[in-house]
């Protein structure tokens, strides 16, 4: 049945805007910025990120504070 694919989408969407770690691809996906610019923003220094071993992660709150403390008024 359609609605149980949607019914299906909607609570994997609410899922995910809960986790409280992301990867690069979930960010991506999540934000709306790209796994190459997120690489230049870890590398200049200006995105808050956690690496454990080769493996990156993005904590939500950290994220959006960051994005809370880049607002223009």
């Known amino acids: ?4 694919t ?9 899922k995910s805007a809960t986790k409280e770690w992301l990867d690069p691809n979930e960010l991506a996906d999540e934000f709306r910025i790209s796994t190459s610019t997120q690489a230049k923003m870890r590398m ?24 809370d403390s880049a607002k223009v008024v």
């Open 6 to 14: 949607n019914i299906q989408q909607l609570i994997e969407t609410i």
């Open 44 to 67: 200049a220094g200006s995105i808050p990120y956690h690496k454990i071993g080769k493996y990156v992660r993005y904590k939500r709150a950290d994220i959006n504070q960051w994005f």
């Open 1 to 4: 049945y359609p609605m149980d």
